[in-house]
């Protein structure tokens, strides 16, 4: 079975991030043939994954320049290897583990520390990384941690955030304990490539978080003997990018997002880039008017939108923000985007889903009357200057998600226990023996 083709990004062979370079020493079982799948490996006998990804040309292209087609390219090689991981068990050594825990709940942190004992206590070889602000919680307890073992204290250690955006691959596993808002910070932390995420439910609402905390040693002896499946959420990629001339109402944008890339005179600048999970909101702010916002395909211009704002999210956060301002439920193995107004000016003005291959931009006109801010995921709040662009495109790093052993899939039954999607009473029969009504 040759496998390679379905890691492949145009003509060259190339294995996307998403699973990482940290899965040393990986086996993808197919889940019909019992047979391992034929990968190319280093002379180390491992999965080299980061730094194939990071030798193919387009890996080196901000998200902000590329075109329809280069996303596509991508977007498609990204689907080839989802398809494949929807057919096969992965099988990885564990031993670097990260625990996300929410640090305003008590129970999350204790839960946290009763999983580390376990860990710690299952071999020699996991080590057990912790956030330092739970290091000194008495809810944590490090000092009865260290004492499982005679190693154990030389195997926890202590993570930064900055651990997590320069140094990904050291991780092989994520744990969070907490609710969805966890899981996004988890994703946040993850600028690039991700570690896989095993989410434990212990919040508020729990959509994303499908593994129950009482079952932690039974979920987690199976991913370490027997290996895991992964779901791939997909996640954005958002570039802001600032005029150079944001008080000249003299220029117009729709020209220079036309020109945007093809000239050497760059008429915008390159600011920042943020990894979002579910969604990225660009709105009035503290604007007492609305905000009007110029929205272009690629670089051709779509509309103009008259609003207090857009939500432009992924299928996993059409459950969230966009959903409340009348955006449809879209199932997150349905590769679009999904473009939510708030408050529209026109009626007409509808949420739509569009192909995750369209770089979709939107900016500031020269010529509005106020300016815009956008937030990511609810962090991050950056104002947007008259001429300022913000790029949207889905990110080359998608969000692998465990899922549950021998359920393929949960998220409609999530909807219902979660959200009570269309729950009402039982519409009552006709009966038959109630009055006659015929004339007589």
Same mark, same amino acid.
């Given at each position: 079975m040759n496998a390679q083709r379905k890691f492949s990004i145009g003509n060259n062979a190339v294995i996307p991030t998403l699973l990482n370079a940290q899965l040393n020493h990986v086996d993808l079982f197919d889940l019909e043939e019992s047979q391992p799948l034929e990968l190319k490996t280093n002379n180390k006998n491992q999965l080299d994954i980061s730094k194939l990804c990071l030798e193919h040309k387009l890996s080196s292209i901000s998200s902000a320049l590329m075109t329809n087609s280069q996303l596509g390219k991508v977007i498609g090689g990204i689907r080839d290897l989802e398809q494949t991981l929807n057919r096969v068990n992965i099988r990885s050594k564990m031993n670097h583990i990260l625990i996300v825990t929410k640090l305003q709940d008590p129970e999350p942190v204790k839960w946290a520390s009763t999983v580390s004992k376990f860990l710690l206590g299952y071999n020699d $070889? =996991?080590?057990?990384? =912790? $956030?330092d602000k739970i290091e000194n919680s008495a809810v944590y307890d490090i000092e009865s941690v260290k004492s499982v073992s005679s190693s154990a204290a030389s195997r926890i250690r202590i993570w930064q955030a900055d651990k997590c955006f320069y140094r990904p691959e050291i991780f092989d596993l994520v744990l969070t304990f907490g609710g969805d808002g966890t899981v996004l910070y988890a994703s946040w932390l993850f600028q690039s490539t991700i570690p896989p995420v095993l989410p434990f439910c212990l919040g508020s %609402?729990?959509? %994303? /978080?499908?593994?129950?905390?009482?079952d932690f040693e039974e979920t987690l002896t199976r991913i370490i003997q027997k290996g895991y499946q992964c779901s791939i959420r997909m996640r954005f990629e958002c570039t802001v990018m600032r005029s150079k001339h944001p008080d000249d109402p003299t220029y117009d944008l729709v020209e220079e997002v036309g020109q945007l890339g093809k000239t050497a005179d760059a008429t915008h600048d390159i600011e920042e880039t943020y990894t979002v999970f579910n969604e990225v909101v660009v709105d009035r702010g503290p604007n007492s008017t609305m905000t009007s916002l110029e929205m272009f395909s690629d670089r051709a211009a779509l509309t103009t939108a008259e609003a207090d704002g857009l939500i432009i999210s992924t299928p996993s956060g059409s459950t969230a923000y966009s959903l409340s301002a009348g955006g449809s439920l879209v199932h997150p193995e349905i @590769?679009? &985007?999904?473009?939510? @107004? &708030?408050? @529209?000016? /026109? %009626?007409?003005?509808?949420p739509l889903v569009i192909p995750d291959s369209i770089v979709l931009r939107l900016g500031v006109p020269y010529d509005a009357r106020s300016t815009a801010w956008c937030s990511f995921d609810g962090r991050q709040r950056v104002e947007l200057f008259k001429g300022d662009i913000i790029t949207i495109t889905a990110s080359r790093y998608p969000l692998p998600c465990i899922k549950k052993h021998g359920i393929r899939d949960d998220w409609f039954e999530r909807l219902g226990s979660q959200l009570h999607w269309n729950e009402r009473k039982h519409q009552k029969p006709f009966n038959k023996s109630g009055l006659d009504l015929k004339e007589k």
């Open positions: $070889e =996991i080590k057990v990384y =912790i $956030e %609402l729990g959509f %994303l /978080t499908n593994f129950s905390v009482a @590769p679009g &985007i999904l473009i939510s @107004p &708030i408050c @529209p000016h /026109t %009626l007409s003005f509808r």
